[in-house]
Structure formats: structure tokens, C-alpha cells
């Protein structure tokens, strides 16, 4: 026996499986509006998983579910959506396929063993696609093409077939082939043929939608004659993959290969990732049950898609590092699971959506919970036992109850209340750790400020769970600025960060202008007189200093130097001096940043026997600086990053024309892969505040980048003219 199936709606009842070789995890990657989503419902429901009558609610789908992708008309989550095809398991993950929700597409790809590629067929291939295509490539992971949007005006399969062959399969063309053709019914007004059927390459044989069922028939004449010249290309892409190396010579050699021999060496090659097919798929229409090209689709991803034991074994240390052999994909094994996506429910509170790479996961155990490696992005480390809740399988909102999860599958966890995105579970008595993957680096900040009284209260848990959900988003305090601040991915991940924390945690902030960490040094040597002499009755105030002030070099930060001769300073004072100038230097002395890469010396100054005191000689102290500061140049000095962009050739230019817009200097380039560069430049952070939205505008979604903080140095006077007068402190 292998999966189980019962209908969505069967409450409390799942999609379960007994063995890991009737399991296959697919996750769906294409660029937004590729038709991701709605395939995913249109395999659903050929599946049996939902019924056509009740599928649709309040605008949402089986993975759309969330209230703000029901407001945002998009998805911004990654989803689970089992289904049950001929005894196999399915584990549908979709993805967003909007940039900003790369975050989701990476755990995506983590938790899946083989990838479809959704193209929509009047719309193209996207970079962004291109570069997740390159990184399966790299890992091997097997992939499919499906190409959708066929009722577009527009779309043209055969085309689009051929620009998957060129951009997929530009090192290896013949792996990257159709298996069936489109049949076209009757034009329309518009001169629009649909397709209404396909005809199999391999098996020679028709399969018509348009009754809203696949029906089976013979071709005829015409149509066998469509297929001769695309079927010896596939037939020959497929042999050239055969384990059996007889296979070419005999088919060269006239002998008609029968179709078991092919289908059979197909599916080896697509679930070793040596062979890509491309199919075609389109929703269900006016009532109907199946979709064209579904069924299709749902037998190459159980005939050709890999089991969870064909996927290479996961590679874990123990919590401290030291090595512990790989684990395989065995149900009885060591308990291995990763934490893929966490999301909160008002029920219910945390719900972990989990992948099992080994051993059994069960309801009511008690597990480890590890997680480590992201504690630059606002998340701790650590190492708990936690019990595990109820166990489900999720279908859109709905949860239906597991008491088990074997290696290979997925299910939701309920409330691990420690158990982040990407953190370990495994056996509580033997403690593991796997490598976490890699994220991208948020870059685009947002300063947010609570709205009330009653906010800011409620300000630190809510971005506590904001960020235990996405490990693409960090959340920092910044010790210079004063700022909380989130770094995201790009604006759409702001807002639904915003959103979230209203909505879900009910925390309202209000974003404010980003400010980078500004520095004052003194462009030249100064003198300054601090004198602060009160006498009103009673305990007076006496203390009197002159200091002189030169610059340093950069990196200095304050140095005092104590030259009083003759005790005109009492020994005791000196330390309050010192202390006065280096809190004054803190706060400021022309545009209100830290004074920094200066020397003060203390030359002189007057005492009295009576009236003098620490906090007399702190603020004479301070005013010195003042009255230094006012008679030199301050100059502002502004934080420089280093900036590494990678890059398509084709964009090096226009990437490093805006670089130089933005002040940027461009200190090398060098080659990073295949048709890729990486240009190197120093540039002001300020210039550089929005960069994560804007080099994807410039690199048309291609380009990545990667900073890290280089020195302070002097902002050019024009533009610290311009941040003084922002500041209302100019000198």
C-alpha cells in the first residue's frame, strides 16, 4: 500500500503515507503571474483533492489562503498542498514568485526533491527564473517545464517550447524537450485557436480536454503526420540519456524502440536531473473536473520525479560541531527534521511547517530543537527539548490530524514555541544539527517607531515573532542611530511586515527616514575656553579650561592629553575635564553627530579653593569643546561601504554607470561564473539606501549584491551643508 487518500473535506482526515518510495515532493518555481497558484488548484482538483463546487472562498485558492494574499492578489507565503495520484503521495509546495519572497522559495526548495519550472507562455522566462534554474543545475536537482497561460491571445507553445530549449538547455539543447504537442480547436473572433488537446510524442495517441475529461483516442492522419520530425528528436534526447548504450546504435540502425524501453529510460533521467521535459497545463473550464495537460503532469511527477530515498543524504554534526555520520532517509532511522516555514495562528499560536529527512516524527513526542548560525539576524541560539503538539497535514486553512510523519514527508507542528525557520528536530537523547541554507542578506532597511504608548509595549514581542517567522528579515537596534530597524528584501516585503505586525500581533509603528551613522571630526587645529563661574549665594561654581583640539587620523576615535603645569588644574579635576569633552564629543558639537578622530589637550585653567567641583570642571569641560568647534571647520564624516554586485555581463555597464551616480567608486571587476560579473566598488551608505529596489530595476530583477562596512570618511561640503540643514543644527 502507499498513500491513503480522503477528499479535503473529510474533516480530521489526511493524506497520509506508509513509506518514503510513495512520497514525491515538487515544489512550483516561476516568476509571478506565471500561473503557479492556479496550477496548483487545477491539480488539485483533476486529483480529487477538492471539489469544483466548493474550491473557491472568499477569493481564495487551496494556496492562497492568507488574508493579506487574498488583499494583495499574490502570493507572499510558501504553501503546502498535498494530493494523492495513483497511489503516490504528492507534497505540492508553491512558492511566491515575487523577489521579495525569496525567502519562501529558498525553504521551497530545501524541503522539495524536484522542481517544475512555471513559464506562462505569452509572458516568458524572467532573469530571476534563469538564476534559481542555474542554482538547481548546480545542486543537480531534478527539473520539469510547464508552460502555461495557452488561452492568452498572444501565446504561441511552440515558441515558447523552443526559447525554454535555448535559455534551460543552453549547455545541453537535446535535454530540454516536449513531450507532447498542442491540438488546436476551432478559431475564435479574435483569430484564437485554443488548445483543446495534446498529442503524446511517444505514445503516438491523442488526449481531448474539451469535454472537461481527458478522453483517449487514435490520431488521425493529419495529426500522427505533426509529430514525425519533434518525436526522433525526443526519442533521441532520450536515448542519448539511456543507461543501456546499445540503445543509439540499434535505433540509428532502424530498430523501433518499444515504449516501455523509452518511458522507462525518460523517467530515469528526469529523477536524475539529466533530462528535462516540457509540458503544458491549463485550469479546468466552465464546471469541468480536469485541466488540460493536468493528468499528464501528475504521472511525470510519479512516474519520473525522484522518491525522498533517492535524494543524496543529509549531512548533521551534533549541536557542538563535532561530526556524526550522514543520515539516510529511512523511517526507522535517527530523527532528523527541519524546521522549513513558521507562521503563526490566533488559535493555535506557532505552527512549524516541517520536513522529515529521517527517522519517524509522532505526535505528543518530546524533541530537540536546535537552532544555530543566525544570530546576526536578530535570532539566538539555542538547544531545548520541546514536546510536540498535534501533528497535521495542511490544506489551505484547513488542518487535518496526523499521529505520525515518516522520513521523506511533511506536516505541520503545533506549538513548538521555540522552534524557528530553519532549526533542527531531532531525537531528544541524541541531538543533531543540520547545515542550515543559505538565505539572502535583507538589505533594504526600515526604521519603524511604535504609534502609541500602548504599541511600544507591544513593540519587541511582535518583531520577535516577526523575525522567528522569516530568517530573510533582521531586525536591529542600531547603538549609533537609535533606531529599530527591519531589513528586508524589497518594498513588498516591508509592507507585509508592516501588515503582519498590525494584523497579526496588533502592533501599529510608523516608518520614519533611515538614518545612516553620521560622524564630526575637526577639519583643522582649534583652541576653546571652557569657563563656568556661578556665584548666587551659598555653594558657588568655579572651574575654568583651555584645551586645544587637532585632528587625527582616521579610526583614532578621542584621545585626551593632560599638559597642565603647575597644578592650575587640580590633579582630581582632571578626570572631570576629560569626562566633560568626551560626553560633549557623544552628543555632538556642529550637526549633533559623535565627535570622532580627534585629539583634545588640556593646557590650562583655574580653580577654586571652594566653589570647584567634578560636575563645575565636567561642564567647563564640555563648553571648551563647544567654543573650539565653533571657531573650526567641522567636517561631517560618512560611513563607506564596501559593494559587490553580481551581475549578467549585459548589465556591467549600466550597473556601473549608476554606481558612479551615486558617488560609487568602482575598484575591479572580475569574472563570477558563466555570463556573470561581479563589480567591486566603494560607495557612501547613504547613496545606497534603496539600492536593493533600485539594482533590480537597473538589472531588470538579475542583479544581486552584498555589502559590508568599510571606514568613515569626509562627506564632500555641498551635501553636508544639505544634511545640517536637515538636521536644524547647522554650525
Known amino acids: 500500500m502507499g498513500a491513503t487518500s480522503h477528499h479535503a473535506g473529510a474533516a480530521g482526515r489526511a493524506l497520509t503515507a506508509d513509506r518514503p518510495s510513495s512520497i514525491r515532493n515538487v515544489v512550483l518555481v516561476g516568476h509571478s503571474g506565471s500561473g503557479k497558484t492556479t496550477l496548483v488548484e487545477a491539480l488539485a482538483l483533476t486529483a480529487g483533492a477538492v471539489n469544483r463546487a466548493g474550491r473557491v472562498e472568499d477569493g481564495a485558492t487551496v494556496s492562497d489562503y492568507d488574508e493579506i494574499e487574498h488583499r494583495r492578489q499574490r502570493s507572499v507565503q510558501l504553501s503546502l498542498v498535498p494530493v494523492e495520484w495513483g497511489g503516490i503521495k504528492i507534497n505540492i509546495l508553491d512558492t511566491p514568485g515575487y523577489a521579495d519572497f525569496v525567502g519562501e522559495l529558498r525553504a521551497g526548495l530545501r524541503a522539495a526533491d524536484a522542481a517544475l519550472f512555471v513559464v506562462s507562455a505569452s509572458d516568458g522566462i524572467d532573469g530571476a527564473t534563469r538564476m534559481v534554474w542555474d542554482e538547481c543545475e548546480a545542486v543537480g536537482m531534478p527539473r520539469a517545464i510547464v508552460v502555461t497561460h495557452l488561452e492568452a491571445a498572444r501565446s504561441d507553445y511552440t515558441q515558447m517550447t523552443a526559447v525554454c530549449g535555448e535559455i534551460f538547455g543552453a549547455d545541453d539543447p537535446d535535454a530540454v524537450i516536449p513531450l507532447y504537442l498542442p491540438l488546436h480547436g476551432p478559431a475564435g473572433p479574435d483569430g484564437h485557436a485554443p488548445v483543446t488537446g495534446l498529442l503524446g510524442l511517444l505514445s503516438r495517441r491523442v488526449y481531448e480536454y474539451a469535454s472537461g475529461e481527458r478522453v483517449e483516442r487514435d490520431p488521425d492522419p493529419d495529426e500522427l503526420s505533426l509529430i514525425t520530425d519533434a518525436r526522433a528528436r525526443l526519442i533521441e534526447g532520450i536515448i542519448a540519456e539511456s543507461e543501456d548504450e546499445s540503445l543509439m546504435d540499434r535505433y540509428l540502425g532502424g530498430e523501433e524502440i518499444d515504449l516501455k524501453t523509452l518511458v522507462d529510460d525518460l523517467e530515469r533521467a528526469v529523477a536524475r536531473g539529466t533530462f528535462h521535459p516540457v509540458l503544458m497545463a491549463a485550469p479546468a473550464v466552465d464546471g469541468a473536473r480536469q485541466g488540460l495537460g493536468t493528468v499528464e503532469l501528475l504521472e511525470l511527477v510519479t512516474g519520473g520525479f525522484p522518491t525522498p530515498l533517492e535524494r543524496a543524504a543529509v549531512t548533521v554534526t551534533r549541536p557542538d560541531g563535532s561530526a556524526r555520520p550522514a543520515v539516510t532517509c529511512d523511517p526507522d532511522g535517527s530523527l532528523v527534521a527541519e524546521v522549513v516555514k513558521t507562521s503563526s495562528d490566533p488559535y493555535v499560536g506557532r505552527v512549524s511547517l516541517v520536513r522529515v529527512f529521517s527517522g519517524t516524527l509522532k505526535a505528543e513526542d518530546t524533541v530537540h530543537v536546535s537552532g544555530h548560525g543566525l544570530a546576526d539576524r536578530g535570532h539566538e541560539d539555542h538547544d531545548v527539548d520541546e514536546r510536540v503538539g498535534a501533528l497535521s497535514s495542511p490544506f489551505g486553512k484547513q488542518q487535518h490530524v496526523l499521529t505520525r510523519c515518516i522520513a521523506g514527508d511533511l506536516a505541520c507542528v503545533a506549538k513548538l514555541t521555540r522552534a524557528e525557520t530553519g532549526d533542527t528536530l531531532s531525537a531528544k537523547d541524541d541531538p543533531l544539527l543540520m547545515e542550515p541554507w543559505t538565505m539572502p542578506d535583507p538589505l533594504l532597511p526600515l526604521a519603524i517607531e511604535a504609534h502609541s504608548k500602548a504599541d511600544e509595549d507591544k513593540l519587541s514581542q511582535g518583531l520577535a515573532r516577526l523575525v522567528a517567522e522569516d530568517p530573510t528579515m533582521r531586525l536591529e537596534q542600531n547603538p549609533h542611530t537609535h533606531q529599530v530597524v527591519l531589513w528586508c528584501l524589497g518594498e513588498a516585503h516591508q509592507d507585509v511586515a508592516l501588515e503582519r505586525l498590525r494584523t497579526r500581533y496588533g502592533v501599529q509603528v510608523d516608518p520614519v527616514p533611515h538614518k545612516v551613522s553620521l560622524r564630526e571630526t575637526f577639519g583643522a587645529k582649534a583652541a576653546g575656553r571652557g569657563r563656568h563661574v556661578k556665584q548666587s549665594g551659598g555653594h558657588g561654581q568655579f572651574a575654568i579650561c583651555e584645551i586645544e583640539v587637532e585632528p587625527l587620523p582616521p579610526g583614532s576615535g578621542i584621545e ?74 567641522i567636517a561631517l564624516l560618512e560611513p563607506v561601504a564596501e559593494l559587490a554586485v553580481l551581475v549578467p555581463d549585459e548589465y556591467v555597464g549600466p550597473v556601473m554607470s549608476d554606481l558612479a551616480g551615486r558617488r560609487g567608486r568602482v575598484v575591479g571587476t572580475d569574472q563570477a561564473g558563466p555570463g556573470r560579473t561581479r563589480v567591486r566598488a566603494e560607495i557612501p551608505e547613504i547613496e545606497i539606501g534603496r539600492y536593493a529596489v533600485e539594482l533590480r530595476s537597473v538589472s531588470h530583477g538579475t542583479g544581486r549584491f552584498a555589502r559590508a562596512y568599510a571606514r568613515h570618511e569626509p562627506m564632500p561640503p555641498q551635501i553636508a551643508e544639505k544634511v545640517r540643514e536637515q538636521t536644524g543644527k547647522g554650525s
Open 560 to 633: 585626551f592629553v593632560d599638559k597642565v603645569v603647575g597644578g592650575a588644574v587640580p590633579r582630581q579635576f582632571i578626570p572631570s575635564v576629560e569626562k566633560g569633552v568626551r560626553a560633549q564629543a557623544a552628543r555632538g558639537v556642529a550637526a549633533g553627530y559623535p565627535l570622532v578622530d580627534v585629539r583634545v589637550t588640556l593646557r590650562d585653567g583655574k580653580a577654586h579653593s571652594v566653589d570647584s567641583s567634578d560636575a563645575a570642571f565636567q561642564t567647563a569641560g564640555a563648553l571648551a569643546l563647544r567654543e573650539a568647534a565653533a571657531e573650526a571647520r
